[in-house]
Nanobody
């Protein structure tokens, strides 16, 4: 059974940085695309970033230039480096695993989801 465990969330001030991690318990992690999504209170879950099996990342316009997604296949882990955080980045952040080698922001491309980690950015 695939498990995804996020960590690294917390309370920070606007302009600060955080790095989220997502560890996957899966064989041949390198064969899977991965994604980060977030859900703010009262809002629908939205796409943040995705990374392909060849480590090519793509981003939502709202985070482009501030967030960087990467992967370490030796550790079965993906990361989301978040810089210049804004109060509107406050949300629960979820990682997800996709059988698609180069996933996009479509949530139906993802097969497994983590439980989420809270990120709160104060102004």
């Amino acid at each position: 059974q695939v498990q995804l465990v996020e960590s690294g969330g917390g309370l920070v001030q606007a302009g600060d940085s955080l790095r989220l991690s997502c560890a996957a318990s899966v064989r041949t992690f390198s064969n899977y695309g991965m994604g980060w999504f977030r859900q703010a209170p009262g809002k629908e879950r939205e796409f943040v970033a995705a990374i392909s099996t060849s480590a090519t990342a793509n981003y939502a316009d709202s985070v482009k230039g501030r967030f960087t997604m990467s992967r370490d296949n030796a550790k079965n882990t993906v990361y989301l480096q978040m810089n210049s955080l804004k109060p509107e980045d406050t949300a629960v952040y979820f990682c997800a695993l996709s059988m698609v080698t180069r996933p996009t922001g479509r949530q139906n491309e993802y097969n497994y989801w983590g439980q989420g980690t809270q990120v709160t950015v104060s102004s």
